[in-house]
T-cell receptor
């Protein structure tokens, strides 16, 4: 069964304290892994797509990496404005469906 | 930039009312989706559409229907609203196999 698990559920960091969010997946034939950022009361905002193991993408303080079983979203020297819920989703090669994880809620304190 | 616009940010309806949620995208995307998002349950797919006048059931279609008469517009219909349909509703669009782009959501309360 296709499944996506994100950990931790919640993460509190001090400003400048780097950390990583995890997205573990089991899927039949990965056709893309997607990271989104969601602010309270808003829709998810697309961040990155990764397609194959070893691929990396960067945007400002965020870096996403992919292996055959999991993806990490690394946050370097975070700022309070990075506080949000980060969602991971994978597209199944069998069904074409997008399966979302439950998200990690990040709080960065000044 | 892709823009997905949902007609209402907040909506309050009474049990039994027929409710229409409207979504418009401006990027000529063929795929459009309706999700609902609830605490602890994450994002769940209600319906999706790969083309005009075409619709497919998602994971939780019961109590909902959809309409896609034009490529840019995808409507979600609650035939007879119930309190368990109180939720955040998110519309999204995409090209084939590309990332989904979401609207800002409609928070629906059914009393």
């Amino acid at each position: 069964e296709d499944q996506v698990t994100q950990s931790p559920e919640a993460l509190r960091l001090q400003e400048g304290e780097s950390s990583s969010l995890n997205c573990s997946y089991t899927v039949s034939g990965l056709r893309g892994l997607f990271w989104y950022r969601q602010d309270p009361g808003k829709g998810p905002e697309f961040l990155f797509t990764l397609y194959s193991a070893g691929e990396e993408k960067e945007k400002e303080r965020l870096k996403a990496t992919l292996t055959k079983k999991e993806s990490f979203l690394h946050i370097t020297a975070p700022k309070p404005e990075d506080s949000a819920t980060y969602l991971c989703a994978v597209r199944s090669g069998n069904t074409g469906k997008l399966i979302f994880g439950q998200g990690t809620t990040l709080q960065v304190k000044p | 930039d892709v823009k997905v616009t949902q007609s209402s940010r907040y909506l309050v309806k009474r049990t039994g009312e027929k409710v229409f949620l409207e979504c418009v995208q401006d990027m000529d995307h063929e795929n459009m989706f309706w999700y609902r998002q609830d605490p602890g349950l994450g994002l769940r797919l209600i319906y999706f559409s790969y083309d005009v006048k075409m619709k497919e059931k998602g994971d939780i279609p019961e109590g909902y229907s959809v309409s896609r008469e034009k490529k840019e517009r995808f409507s979600l219909i609650l035939e007879s609203a119930s309190t368990n349909q109180t939720s955040m509703y998110l519309c999204a669009s995409s090209l084939q196999n590309s990332p989904l782009h979401f609207g800002n959501g409609t928070r629906l309360t059914v009393t």
